[in-house]
């Protein structure tokens, strides 16, 4: 196969609708518009949402709950998804996300809970930690930092 033989696939290139070209073309006179009316008219038409003066449906449904603006968001690790690394080594962010564990670190960080089993000796750094993450990381012979 050449790059001078490829082509789109039969039915991916249509030719542009021209409207308003003549009677002749089919699409003349009104211009596929139909006759009169807002539809019809230059600039014409409603805004996305607008119900024809009936309480839209974003009105008409109730509002529910709240945003908390001072919720502190963290990237939750299990103590399970550390097994992966090597005896001895030091458990970053940086490395987590090298890792694959996890796809992003949230604003406040990154905060370990216990869940799961740890056999390797780790020394973890995150910004939090639950009281059974640390049980675990410690009774492996493992550190947990608080950074």
Do not use: C
């Not at 109730?62 to 090597?86: A, C, H, M, Q, W």
């Not at 458990?91 to 869940?115: M, N, P």
């Not at 056999?119 to 675990?136: G, N, Q, R």
Request: aromatic content about 6%; overall charge positive; proline content about 4%.
């Amino acid at each position: 196969m050449d790059i001078q033989t490829l082509s789109p696939a039969p039915g991916a290139k249509t030719k542009p609708k021209r409207i308003g070209r003549g009677i002749g073309s089919g699409m003349g006179k009104t211009s596929t518009k139909g006759h009169k009316g807002q539809w019809a008219r230059s600039g014409g038409g409603v805004r996305p949402g607008f119900e024809g003066g009936q309480m839209p449906l974003t009105r008409r449904l109730p509002k529910r709950g709240f945003t908390n603006i001072y919720k502190k968001i963290y990237t939750v690790v299990n103590v399970s998804d550390l097994e992966i690394f090597d005896n001895e080594s030091v458990v970053t962010a940086q490395a987590l996300l090298d890792a694959g564990i996890v796809k992003k670190v949230e604003a406040y960080g990154i905060k370990v809970l216990g869940k799961g089993e740890l056999t390797k000796k780790l020394t973890v750094e995150a910004k939090k930690f639950s009281k059974s993450a640390i049980d675990i990381i410690e009774k492996a012979g493992g550190k947990a930092e608080v950074k």
